[in-house]
Each structure stands twice: as structure tokens, then as C-alpha cells.
């Protein structure tokens, strides 16, 4: 039902929409979520344009009809997304005066997605090659092997490094941490190892200078030459980095989902994880404990009898005797003579004879 005449909502269409905005910007969303708020909101528009529709008119079945589009063009993710962002205008318009109810109050939520898995994480053989890219005799190479050894010693986000001012490294270099404001607006400490440390001071006293020869001022760490650095370039220099270390799915948040990972198979616990990746429930970081293929393989290789590097147990004295009288004594050392025909095996390369 509406309170405002459709006149006087018509007139005013760019000031709701600025003022919707400025209260997201204000409940501390994130750059790149008013970003894709801005971005619905002419495809909403568009959307309604076509039906000849009024965005205060709009009925729970126009939604329906809207719901039933997007759903089965787009991902899940993508759907969630457009979803939040007219579930939360509609919110927006009953609580300044638009509207005495939403239209979504009718709507059941669509069925839960399945839950997300990273659908590439590099071993670290791979991260090490893709390290080893970089032409590090020249500015921009310096710069580049310091963004990867900071995006994966660090587990930050492609938008958090981006947003790195000078200040904020430089208050933190001592002790190797860097406060940064992450995804939702909360504040969190980022800690990395010496070897970031390093790239990130040669980048500093070598190649930044160069790279802004001919600007100066810019607050950004990270910079392009003769300006700031965009998502755009940076995506671009991680996805040749990868084509040249062979690792065709690999891009700049493939290198978060690393850091955790092989966090975890160091042994470290998933509330420490959760605290360094920024998340805000446990449950977010549990898809990072899902082993990776080469860590399965080296599992293999030392704990099967036919591993690499396989050490036979101790030998059992005695077989239980499950309450049916003492066991004969066995031993369980591994013969001699397959000792040496795993060793010819091993020359020959059959890999065991199969």
C-alpha cells in the first residue's frame, strides 16, 4: 500500500536511490557491495521499465515472475545476491515512509544453495612455482613477486590489498602485521612472514619510486606505473603469473584459499584460521579443511606399505588373544627380500610393478 503518491516517488527516483545508498554506506558496507547495489538497481529499473511497471507498484507476484528470471539464468550466488539487495530496498522503503509493507513479506527464501568449496587450491610445489615467475631484475616484477608472496603468506583479499595505504604498512612493519578493515566492516590483524617482509621492502626501496616517476602523492602501496592499481590489472598479472607456472585455475583468492589450507595441514587450529582469514562464523572456515590432492598423495607415500617413504612399524610381540588363550609370537618386519625388490623396482621405475 502506498503513503506517497507515484508522482512524487517518480520525481524524487534519484534521491531514494542516493539516499538508499547512503544508508548502506553508513551501516559500513563495503566499496564493492554499493558497487553491485548501484548496478541492480539500473537492472531493477530496466527490469520494471520493461513490464511498465512502478518499483512502489510492484506486487508480490511481479517478484515471483522476477524470481523465476534469475533463478534459472543465474548461479545461486549470483541469485543470492540480487535477491539481498531488493529484499533489503524494499526493507529500506517500509522503514523511511514509502511503503506500510514489503512485497517480500509473501515471498518463502529459495532453497539454500549447496555449500561453497574453493574450486581450486594450489599445493604448495605449485604456489612455489608460480613465486618463481616474476621477472624480479625489473620494477614491475618486484612488485609483482611482492603482491604474491604477501597475498599468500597473508590470506588477505584481492580488495584488502588493494586498499593498503603506505601508513598502514608502515606502522606495522616491525612487527610484520598490517590492521586492515575487511568484508562487512570489521577490523582484523593480518600477520606475515619474513620472506613477504622482504619483497615488501625491496618493492618499497626499489621498484615504487620508479613506478611513480611521474606522480607522487599517491597514498596506495601497491601502484601501477604512474598511478593506482586496479582489480582489472591486478587479475590480469595473477592470471599470466599462472599460465606460465602451468596452473590454469588459479587466480588472487586461490592464494587465500592456500594460506588456510596449508595452515591447516601444518597442524594449526580452525579458530586461529578463522581469526587471521576475518571470518565471522567457524563454519566459513571449515571448507578449507578438505585435504588437497598432493597432500593426499604424500599421506599415501608415507603411511602405505608401498609408499616412498613408508617406515614399517614396531614389531607386535603377540597376536591378541581376544579371551581364547595366549597368541603365537609373529613379527612383522618388513622381509629383506622384498626390501631389495622394492629397491630394484624402485630402479627400474615400474613404481612397485604396477
Known amino acids: 500500500m502506498l503513503l506517497r503518491s507515484?508522482?512524487?516517488?517518480?520525481?524524487?527516483?534519484?534521491?531514494?536511490q542516493q539516499d538508499f545508498i547512503a544508508q548502506l554506506v553508513a551501516e559500513g558496507l563495503a566499496a564493492s557491495t554499493i558497487t553491485v547495489v548501484r548496478y541492480e538497481l539500473v537492472r531493477w529499473h530496466a527490469w520494471l521499465a520493461r513490464r511498465g511497471q512502478h518499483w512502489l507498484h510492484v506486487t508480490a507476484d511481479d517478484l515471483r515472475a522476477w524470481l523465476r528470471c534469475v533463478v534459472s539464468t543465474q548461479s545461486h550466488a549470483t541469485a543470492d545476491k540480487r535477491i539481498w539487495v531488493l529484499r533489503r530496498l524494499y526493507g529500506w522503503a517500509?522503514?523511511?515512509?514509502?511503503?506500510?509493507?514489503?512485497p517480500w513479506e509473501r515471498i518463502a527464501r529459495p532453497r539454500s544453495p549447496p555449500p561453497w568449496r574453493p574450486r581450486f587450491t594450489p599445493s604448495h610445489c605449485a604456489v612455489q612455482r608460480l613465486l618463481a615467475q616474476p621477472d624480479t631484475l625489473t620494477a614491475r616484477g618486484i612488485r609483482d613477486r611482492a603482491i604474491l608472496e604477501l597475498l599468500y603468506a597473508s590470506g588477505l583479499r584481492a580488495s584488502e590489498l588493494l586498499a593498503l595505504t603506505?601508513?598502514?604498512?608502515?606502522?606495522?612493519?616491525?612487527?610484520r602485521c598490517i590492521r586492515v578493515m575487511g568484508k562487512g566492516g570489521y577490523e582484523r590483524l593480518v600477520v606475515y612472514g619474513e620472506p613477504a617482509a622482504v619483497w615488501m621492502r625491496h618493492y618499497v626501496q626499489v621498484a615504487r619510486r620508479w613506478l611513480l616517476s611521474t606522480q607522487s602523492g599517491l597514498d596506495q602501496f601497491f601502484v601501477n606505473e604512474?598511478?593506482?592499481l586496479s582489480y582489472k590489472a591486478l587479475r590480469t598479472m595473477v592470471r599470466r603469473y599462472a599460465d606460465a607456472a602451468g596452473l590454469p585455475l588459479l587466480t588472487a583468492h586461490s592464494l587465500r584459499h592456500a594460506f588456510a589450507t596449508h595452515l591447516y595441514q601444518g597442524g594449526a587450529g580452525l579458530r586461529a584460521i578463522q581469526m587471521l582469514l576475518g571470518h565471522v562464523s567457524v563454519e566459513t572456515t571449515t571448507v578449507y579443511t578438505r585435504p588437497g590432492v598432493e597432500w593426499l598423495r604424500e599421506f599415501i607415500e608415507r603411511h602405505h606399505p608401498r609408499g616412498e617413504h613408508y617406515t614399517p612399524p614396531l614389531p607386535r610381540r603377540h597376536w591378541p588373544d581376544h579371551g581364547q588363550g595366549r597368541g603365537e609370537a609373529v613379527n612383522d618386519r618388513y622381509p629383506e627380500s622384498c626390501m631389495a625388490w622394492r629397491h630394484e623396482s624402485r630402479s627400474c621405475g615400474s613404481g612397485g610393478g604396477y
Open 6 to 16: 507515484v508522482s512524487a516517488a517518480r520525481s524524487s527516483l534519484p534521491a531514494w
Open 94 to 102: 517500509v522503514q523511511e515512509g514509502w511503503l506500510l509493507s514489503s
Open 166 to 175: 603506505v601508513c598502514q604498512v608502515r606502522s606495522g612493519a616491525a612487527e
Open 226 to 228: 604512474g598511478g593506482r
